[in-house]
């Protein structure tokens, strides 16, 4: 089928905070909506988190600025056909209308606003809900589904929805399509449960998304999600490179449409023909088992600790041409043989962490990562990198506590590569690969240990 995805540099409200009224609030949507109306010629498209109505809000400032949506979904509605239903749905009737006009599938990602009554326990004191809304409507504009963000990511002006809603919609051109929002894909409610109990092969995923590099930058992890999951994603980022937001694509767990670009502003549409079954790609079960010699005599290079994305790695250089390299942290001992094609002089290092990370979120990781690091210095490790020349073969592999293990293959320019080989063998898990397309910025086996966070 043919999919786009939109990542759209959003025309924000100068001051967010400021109290505005429905009026003004919907004329800065409307400038956005013009935007949206433009992006036409596939069988579904997708738009990201925040791209109407922005960031930065807080409770009341944002109010004006939500549109009401029954979640239920109990009314068959039409809002493009029927905008005199409910009050306040300029922009769910504008969506609406775009997905008639161009006789396509359509979602997108607004703040909502739902009235509740002092009887219910979780209903905030200012008596109403506000959530971080997807809404996906169908090639005729009917409102087929909508999901609230279960994962806010320092969103104050938005709760948390009681229980978490596992939502999907069926095509007639691909079936089933699940959907959530940014944050939502470190955590296993609802996006793993989604998957996993309603076999949902299509993803639909507006986001807002800071790139974090080296291990979480927002095409690196899209991708990695894709073949973990056996899925094909539309991925929706934002486009504010001041804001180190970029990153949006198309991916089936084989190959990927992608675009990521910190240097020029304006948005881009990705448009690209995918296979609607993803079976015969296997779940990362997959042949070539790690091996781990016994170990010589030989010095082994030094241990030394480092910070990367908050947390504390324990490192061991990666020095000469070639070798076997094992670093242990907790539970977790990370294996790599490697071979440098073309010795470079760029210092690259194997780390590992197994613990809970605690900062901008908490949740346990059990990582493996082969990285480049900023300088020649082991202080460098772990910084952000976007370019490397060092073409190097190497086999990962770690001892994993968890099933739920993301395969993180970034090239120099912050390109994508895919694994050789993938998946478990003697309760490791592994990947190998011969022969980076460019040089390599990090090789990482990222472990989401849900049940300890």
């Known amino acids: ?70 979640h239920s979904h109990s009314v068959m509605w039409n809002p493009c056909r029927e905008p005199y239903l409910f009050n306040d749905t300029e922009v769910i009737q ?61 969103e104050y002006a938005f709760d948390t929805p009681p229980e978490p809603d596992y939502k999907f919609f069926d095509t007639p051109f691909a079936g089933k399509f699940g959907m959530f929002t940014c944050f939502d894909i470190l955590f296993f409610e609802p ?53 180190g937001m ?17 240097e020029s502003y304006g948005g881009k549409l990705i448009v690209a023909e995918i296979p609607v079954s993803t079976t015969g790609y296997g779940t990362n079960l997959e042949k070539t088992p790690g091996r781990v010699r016994e170990k010589g005599n030989e010095q082994s290079p030094p241990l030394f600790y480092a910070e990367m994305m908050y947390d504390n790695f324990t490192f061991v ?26 010795l470079t002089d760029e210092l690259y290092a194997l780390g590992v962490f197994d613990g809970l990370h605690t900062v901008h979120g908490t949740y346990y990781v059990q ?31 770690g001892n994993m506590s968890t099933p739920y293990i993301f395969p993180l293959l970034l090239t120099s320019g912050i390109t994508l590569d895919f694994a050789d080989h993938l998946g478990w063998k003697n309760n490791h898990y592994f990947m190998s690969k011969n022969r980076t397309s460019s040089g390599l910025l990090t090789a990482a086996l990222y472990g989401r240990w849900y049940e300890k966070d």
């Open 317 to 342: 250089p990666v020095w000469g041409e070639k070798g076997e390299l094992q670093v242990c942290a907790n539970t977790l001992c990370c294996y790599l043989n490697y071979q440098r094609v073309v």
């Open 246 to 262: 970029t990153g949006s694509g198309i991916y089936t767990p084989v190959k990927s449409f992608i675009y990521h670009n910190m």
């Open 367 to 397: 990582a493996c990562a082969l990285v480049k690091c900023g300088g020649l210095s082991f202080s460098t490790c772990g910084q952000e990198v976007t370019d490397a020349t060092a073409l190097i073969d190497f086999q990962l592999w």
């Open 94 to 154: 504008r969506l609406s209308c775009m997905a008639l006009k161009n006789k396509i599938f359509l979602v997108a990602n607004l703040g909502t606003k739902q009235p509740c009554e002092h009887s219910d326990p979780h209903c905030p004191s200012d008596g109403r809900y506000q959530f971080n809304t997807n809404v996906a409507f169908d090639a005729n504009g009917v409102l087929v589904a909508t999901y609230r963000k279960h994962n806010l990511y320092f």
């Open 191 to 243: 996006a793993v449960h989604l998957i996993r109990q309603y076999d949902v092969k299509q993803i639909v995923y507006p986001t807002a998304w800071m790139n974090q590099l080296p291990l979480l930058s927002a095409v690196e992890f899209q991708q990695a999600f894709a073949t973990a999951f056996n899925v094909n994603i539309l991925a929706a980022n934002i486009h504010h490179p001041a804001l």
């Open 1 to 70: 089928y043919v999919a786009a995805v939109y990542e759209h540099e959003s025309i924000l409200s100068p001051n967010p905070t400021a109290l505005v009224d429905r009026r003004s609030a919907l004329e800065l949507m409307g400038r956005n909506l013009d935007i949206y109306e433009q992006q036409v010629g596939a069988q579904i498209i997708v738009f990201p988190e925040d791209g109407i109505h922005g960031f930065n809000f807080t409770r009341s400032s944002i109010y004006p600025y939500l549109d009401f949506v029954l």
